[in-house]
């Protein structure tokens, strides 16, 4: 079904971000010179209860929920594996890459005029807004590491 496979997909983008995020709260909490791990907290939060969100909606539309990353996973803790050794604003960088390729997902769901009510609801009430927010405070590290 067209849907699972969506939410699926969806769901293996919120499992590499979390995978992701904690590769770089781990960096940062083991290297004190480039800074706090915390201001990431909130947003590997929010990852783990849209993994969260994503697991309830395939299995209640009678779905299996992917257990892992995938390729997409191993690639994005490659790039930030290499953002890791370059420091904190190139860690920064490429989280708000996966952020903006998130929220781009997600709004080329929402164009989609057969997307069922439940999903085009989820998307639009956490999701998307979830991604927006992280965008703006990865700008808003981002300025501060610039200063």
Same mark, same amino acid.
């Given at each position: ?52 969100? %994503?697991?309830?909606? =395939?299995?209640? /539309?009678?779905? #299996? ?10 690639? @994005? ?37 057969? %997307?069922?009510?439940? =999903?085009?609801? /989820?998307?639009? #009430? ?10 703006? @405070? ?10």
């Amino acid at each position: 079904m067209h849907t699972i496979d969506t939410l699926n997909k969806f769901l293996k983008d919120e499992l590499s971000a979390t995978e992701t995020y904690q590769q770089v709260q781990d960096k940062l909490a083991e290297d004190a010179a480039l800074g706090e791990s915390k201001d990431l907290r909130p947003i590997y939060e929010d990852h783990k209860e849209a993994v969260s969100s %994503l697991q309830t909606l =395939i299995s209640q /539309l009678g779905g #299996t929920p992917c257990e892992d990353s995938g390729a997409w996973g191993t690639w @994005a803790q490659i790039v930030q594996g290499g953002a890791n050794l370059l420091g904190k604003e190139v860690a920064l960088k490429s989280l708000q890459s996966g952020e903006k390729s998130g929220a781009e997902a997600y709004e080329e769901a929402l164009q989609e005029t057969e %997307l069922p009510l439940e =999903i085009r609801s /989820l998307i639009e #009430t956490q999701l998307l807004p979830a991604q927006q927010a992280h965008i703006r @405070a990865l700008d808003r590290l981002l300025a501060t590491e610039t200063d």
